[in-house]
């Protein structure tokens, strides 16, 4: 056996036996005390750093959590129930279940229901055509079209329509961060409950023009007559500044608004078609709209 | 009115430049110097040229279309000019095949790579020029004899540029002024001598550079600091040397430094974008150049003296910001 | 050697179709729309209810706060609604609509055209009749010219600059008025100067208006303290940072106002205004407004009562012209475009422009090439490509650091772009969104 050979290793074996020591001594001046159940609750979360929760990112929504009497206000959107539950289990407080919530976006002002009646030329975002004028539409308050919620979705769950020109949220991506929310300058999309069976209904439409002008601009806007209102038997929706808004909590779908209304403004999604007499009063209705 | 009125934030109207008339008239400036290289290296001028242009169109077109899958934009001159900017920095006799991979490596790793137009830090045609100098050094170093028209494509006559020459010689021991075979100066400005197809005739470069001038196409910065820079230090070489050191006209007759300081630094992409950065960048290159020129391996450095300065561009851009409108003031200036 | 101000600057084709067209009377409208919110800052406040009678001059709505302006009445006759309209904003906005009836003044108005060269009010009486008049900035920015004759403590004007030089395209009301109102102009001018204390005055015009330099030049004899200084053409020299500079070689620091370097910056129009105000007790009610367009059968300059509907002002020009493609207020490079003609003119119309449908259509964008002229072009030395990328991205404390809120909004940048970027469109973006988030950072 050489002697090179002995000598190298043993003198690379004292050299990392120091460098270990000295290592192991720093690590625990300069250790970081923290709480270990932000580890544990950051890991039951989903890890996608999206925000929806309001805080930047899953760990700092972990600190939160950890640091916090009671979960109130504190909830993961983007996570299943169980994950709530489990860390509220975890942490010994009691879990509040939430309803999962979907994006809708309340405009049904398409190319053939609301004619464009001039050329916006300006950059493709829609914060800067909101800024510069009231749209290209005779509706002030509709959807621009230039995409701003589909840049926003870090999820994939939205696209917009060629053909009609409105944005389209795909409800199995959607886990109702908020981000077109925030994105939207018209303030067009909006968290409601998804609904038992993935049912919904909601006023597609968020024009505060009196009826006649709002109607004038498009085909299917809301004319705040008030007709879905009178109708409905759980006090659900409630008409203000000329529009008609259904509170998501109290809706119980029954779908009496949208047979109702005279402008097919109120949508309900996921139902099964109606049965042949339902369609006949419902024919009945535009009918007798039209003849006033 | 009967149609449809047009709403956009201002300004409204705009001024004369745009993405196609400033390449095309790059194109125009460098008609000259494809007019020198046809008088001097006849058909082979006319092959490398045609088949250069039409494969990076042809890249430029086929990448967009299937890799990309974008729009394929080749109607905006920027592909023609990466094509004939790489024709003029080969020499004249160099095979097809060759020159369609060069086209590829241009186009394709110097600027599709890294995501189309106005994205590349490298130029292109640099790219693709040193990437055949170094897969092909045979052909990419055997020059032809300027000899009319009449000089031949794949058979014609070669023989060393006059860099090359000096470069022996001073490998060699031998002082540079007994060396009888190096053009006059005069036959160096016209072009008079071996090299790649565009880079011999400082008069057609200097013609295109007026032209690039007049269009507002390029600014006189990055050129004139660019030759200053290797006329000055190479000046002070020679002087230093006369027997080891070619004297500074020399040097910026032959080789690239016309064709680099006028087409090739100037390239918008690459180039710094303050007025303040081009000219450390002309300094750079400048010196890189006689460095490599004099003390390294290869008879010519300017392509690797812009492409090195081309990595540093970015930096530049950070260090040479524009001073803001009243910000010397509000420092208490 | 003309002065001009050294960082940047375009040259866009000057296209004054309208410099040789004198002043025309504008007819009164039948029905007339005022905009309650006219001038920068809080809207006014209407002291007039539906159904009152009123006279010429008239005060219809109160200032309603520090930074805010009266509005008068342009015409006599019949309120008839107080309601929201679309107005050159491009939105909905509270107006008063009046049924016009006859053309009754006040009587306190001096409805004669002697010029009246003596005042003998105060420094602070004429600030407070400029106040009631209502007088806001004409050059376009429409800023409650009171406030910029109040000094703040602690700061003193040595200079008051006049600013005729109109460096937009088409453009030509100031023009006209130089010339056909030079005396008025340089009273106004007095008058300004006595409000601010100060003794010294210098009108810049750009060298387009040999004319109006000359006449005023000559005029300026009578007027003590008083220099016209002709300026090289580049726009945009009616800047009043780069009006400063070149006038007074002084550079107004980032961030600050032309106060804090000595100097008050008024356009000729509201000088015309202040005369009027001061000398001839009459209210801000009308301004001259150009309306052209390479289309337009006769491109013409008008004086033109605030409220009178643009679409009459274009028909008493030859009618609107078939291929319009896009209708803009004010000048090419800073105005507003419109969705219609049916807008009131307001204080701040200096200028109706009709572009045919080829000029109208934006071209395509191309990605940007790194040229380095919208650096090269810009007055105020930004960077606009940079800002445009943060922008997008949505890096806004990146676009604070580059200082994207010393943007003037000139549109030097997207004017030579050669790609055709939107660059301004994006850095308005991220000055506002950066000057909400200043202003959150301050409270």
Known sequence: MNMTIIYTILSLSI?????????????????????????????????????????????NMAEQLVKAESMEGLNCPVSDASVMTGIATYLGFEATIQEPKVAVARCNGT?????????????????????????????????LGEGDCVVACKFGAMYMDPLTGLPVIIEDKCVACGACVKACPKHIIELRNKGKNSRRIYVSCINKDKGAVAKKACAVACIGCGKCVKVCP????????????????????????????????????NFPPRKAAEAVMENHNENTIQTN | MNQQIHVSPSPHISGEFSVPKIMYGVVLALLPAFAASVYYFGMGAIIVTAVSVLSCVAFEYLIHRFILKTQPRITDGSAVLTGLLLAF????????????????????????SFGGLGQNPFNPALVGRVFLLISFPVQMTSWPIP??????????????????????????????????????????????????????????????????????????????????????????????????????????????????????????????????????????????????????????????????????????????????????????? | ???????????????????????????????????????????????????????????????????????HSPFSG???????????????????????????????????????????????????????????????????????????????????????VECEPYLTSDHRLMLEKGDEVLVGTQLLMKALSVSKAFIGIENNKPDA???????????????????????????????????????????????????VVHNVGTAFAVYEAVQKNKPLIERIVTVTGKSVKNPSNFKVRIGTPATQLVEACGGVPEDTGKIVSGGPMMGKALKSLDVPVSKGVSGILLFNGKEAKRPIMEPCIRCGKCVSVCPMGLEPYLLMTFSEKQMWESSEMSHTMDCMECGSCMYTCPANRPLLDYIRLSKSTVGQIIRTRKQ
């Open chain 2, 89 to 112: 920095n080969v020499p004249s006799n160099l095979p097809i095949l060759v020159i369609v991979i060069g086209s590829l490596v241009a186009i394709g790793i110097g600027k599709m």
């Open chain 3, 78 to 164: 019949t309120i008839a609604k107080i309601e929201e309209t679309i107005d050159i904003t491009g939105f909905s906005r509270p107006a008063i609509f009046i049924n016009v009836e006859g053309d009754d003044w006040l009587e306190t108005i001096d409805r004669t055209d002697i010029l009246l060269a003596e005042c003998n009010l105060s420094a602070t009486e004429i600030t407070s009749k400029v106040k009631e008049a209502g007088i806001v900035g004409l050059g376009g920015a429409t800023f409650p010219s009171h406030i910029k004759l109040s000094v703040p403590p602690g700061k003193m004007a040595q200079v008051l600059l006049i600013n005729g």
């Open chain 3, 213 to 263: 330099i000359q006449h005023l030049k000559i005029l300026a004899k009578n007027y003590i303290g008083v220099e016209i200084v002709p300026l090289k053409v580049k726009y945009p020299q009616g800047g009043e940072k780069q009006l400063i500079k070149a006038v007074l070689n002084r550079e107004v620091p980032s961030g600050a106002l032309p106060i804090d370097v000595g100097v």
């Open chain 1, 15 to 59: 050299l990392g036996g120091i460098s270990a020591v000295i290592l192991y001594f720093v690590a625990q001046q300069f250790k970081v005390v923290e709480d270990p159940r932000i580890g544990d609750v950051e890991s039951m979360l989903p890890g996608a750093n999206c925000g929806g929760c309001g805080f930047p990112g899953c760990r």
């Open chain 3, 1 to 71: 050697m003309l002065k001009t101000f050294k960082r940047g600057g375009v040259h866009p084709a000057e296209n004054k179709l309208s410099a040789s067209a004198p002043i025309i009377t504008a007819e009164l409208p039948k029905v007339a729309v005022v905009p309650l919110g006219q001038h920068i800052g809080a809207p006014a406040s209407p002291v007039v209810n539906k159904g009152d009678v009123v006279k010429v001059g008239q005060l219809l709505a109160q200032s309603s706060g520090f930074v805010s302006a009266n509005i």
């Open chain 1, 234 to 269: 759980f006090e659900a929706i409630t008409l203000a500044n000329n529009l008609a808004y259904i509170d998501y909590n109290k809706c119980k779908l029954c779908r009496k608004c949208v047979v109702e209304c005279p402008t097919n403004s109120i949508h309900e999604i």
């Open chain 1, 111 to 143: 190319c053939e229901h609301r004619p464009k009646i001039n050329t916006y030329d300006g950059a493709n975002s829609c914060v800067i055509a909101a800024v510069l004028y009231s749209g290209d539409t005779g509706c002030s308050f509709g959807c």
């Open chain 2, 147 to 333: 000899g009319g028209f009449s000089t031949g494509y794949a058979d014609a006559v070669t023989g060393a540029t006059p860099l090359a020459l000096v470069k022996e010689a001073v490998k060699n021991g031998e002082s540079i002024s007994t060396l009888a075979n190096i053009p006059s100066h005069m036959q160096l400005f016209f072009g008079h001598m071996g090299g790649s197809m565009g880079e011999v005739s400082a008069l057609a470069l200097l013609l295109g550079f007026a032209f690039l001038l007049y269009r507002k196409i390029i600014t006189w910065h990055i050129p004139v600091f660019l030759i200053g820079t290797v006329f000055a230090f190479s000046g002070i070489l020679h002087l230093v040397n006369p027997e080891k050191f070619a004297d500074p006209v020399f040097h910026i007759l032959t080789g690239g430094i016309m064709l680099g300081a006028v087409f090739m630094a100037t390239d918008y992409v690459t180039s710094p974008m303050t007025h303040l950065g081009m000219i450390i960048f002309a300094i750079g290159i400048g010196l890189l150049t006689v460095i490599i020129r004099n003390f390294g391996a290869y008879p010519e450095g300017i392509s690797f003296a812009i492409l090195i300065m081309n990595a540093l561009v970015p930096l530049l851009n950070r260090w040479t910001k524009p001073t803001t409108f009243g910000e010397e003031v509000k420092n208490g200036n």
